[in-house]
């Protein structure tokens, strides 16, 4: 089985089966992330580059980033949790067309 099959079968198939592999979803995009943060900052500290930002400016935007990223993140969460038949899951895998009626209802 190919992973396009995989992921066919996981977005047409039945809730539980997308309910079981949504932690498995979570995994592979936090090692993602962990893998491109640190792979950024061990080639930064590589090629001896110097920092972008002043360390307190640095942090101003890095906490500003995050708290725009997490209240995306909830607007998300609150819209799943809005539409019609269940609420839906935390990731995306309804069809289009489920996510399409979904957004058209809550208007």
């Known amino acids: 089985m190919s992973l396009a099959d995989l992921v066919y079968s996981v977005t047409t198939g039945p809730e539980w089966r997308r309910r079981l592999l949504t932690p498995v979803a979570l995994v592979i995009v936090a090692g993602l992330l962990l893998l491109l943060g640190s792979g950024s900052l061990l080639t930064d500290r590589a090629l001896g580059l110097p920092r972008l930002f002043p360390e307190g400016l640095g942090l101003a935007i890095g906490i500003l980033l995050v708290v725009a990223g997490l209240s995306f993140h909830l607007w998300c969460v609150v819209l799943f949790k809005k539409t019609p038949g269940g609420g ?7 069809s289009s067309v489920d996510m399409a009626d979904a957004l058209r209802s809550l208007s």
Do not use: C, H, L
């Open 88 to 94: 839906g899951i935390g990731v995306p895998f309804n």
